[in-house]
């Protein structure tokens, strides 16, 4: 199988663990790796496979870097058979405390980008009559904390957004879907004391947090051939919290 494949946020610990997911499994695929910052980690994976993966410079924020994004990956790759939507970031605040900002780069970076990037990844799927769709969302999205009123709005908004994409594309042969993580290894708040951590886990039935190859091993299968069957769902990993 050769597909073209990109991920939003390939940068932290979930998007490099996606990405070594398909490079590992799938043979002949071609990762392509979002990123606007903090390009360290991205690059060394993109060393392991010189041949296979490449940084893509991507504001997912702006409908214009998408075009430009998705262009550059054509000419080498041809269309985007996977787009795995995994960027993102929380800045919380109590409501009424919550500054107009942010509020609205929490809902842009998001619901907004998914908006864009979906948008974007269609012309090309909808030519090829195939495609696969995946929306990180999160366990806010159905469990909302308080503090994270933007955040929880923004993830609650890419599940609608999925599951109505979903209608409108099955016919065409496009799958898009949504993975709810709860909290995963290496992408937590890193000023989290460790006594908050150990409170956190023992809140949990399995009494650890996620693995973040354990949330790529589910995204991998949901834009596996073999999971053609399967739209509009949304998928919560979070160790049985719900």
């Not at 809902?107 to 799927?125: E, I």
């Not at 308080?146 to 955040?151: E, F, I, P, V």
């Not at 923004?154 to 957004?161: F, Q, R, S």
């Not at 973040?212 to 160790?239: H, M, N, Q, R, W």
Request: glycine residues 8%; proline residues 5%; charged residues 20%.
């Amino acid at each position: 199988m050769s597909r073209s494949i990109l991920i939003t946020g390939a940068n932290g610990a979930l998007g490099l663990a996606i990405a070594e997911f398909f490079l590992t499994r799938e043979e002949g695929c071609r990762v392509f790796l979002g990123v606007r910052e903090r390009r360290e980690r991205a690059q060394e994976l993109a060393a392991r496979f010189p041949e296979r993966a490449a940084l893509i410079t991507l504001e997912i924020t702006s409908p214009d870097a998408w075009k430009t994004a998705l262009a550059e990956i054509e000419s080498v790759a041809g269309p985007v058979g996977v787009l795995i939507n995994n960027a993102g970031f929380h800045e919380d605040a109590l409501l009424a405390n919550m500054a107009q900002d942010q509020w609205s780069r929490v809902l842009d970076a998001n619901l907004n980008a998914v908006f864009h990037g979906c948008q974007a990844v269609l012309p090309g799927m909808m030519r090829e009559r195939q495609g696969r769709i995946v929306n990180i969302s999160s366990l806010s999205a159905i469990s909302s904390p308080a503090g994270q009123t933007n955040y929880a709005a923004a993830k609650a908004g890419v599940i609608g957004l999925t599951q109505s994409l979903a209608k409108e594309s099955a016919r065409m042969g496009i799958t898009v879907n949504a993975v709810l993580p709860g909290y995963i290894e290496g992408g937590l708040p890193t000023d989290w004391t460790p006594e908050h951590l150990k409170a956190l886990k023992m809140q949990l039935p399995m009494r650890r947090f996620a693995r973040p190859a354990e949330i790529a091993a589910a995204v991998f299968f949901l834009a596996s051939p073999d999971a053609s069957y399967i739209t509009g769902s949304t998928l919560k990993i979070d160790g049985g919290i719900l």
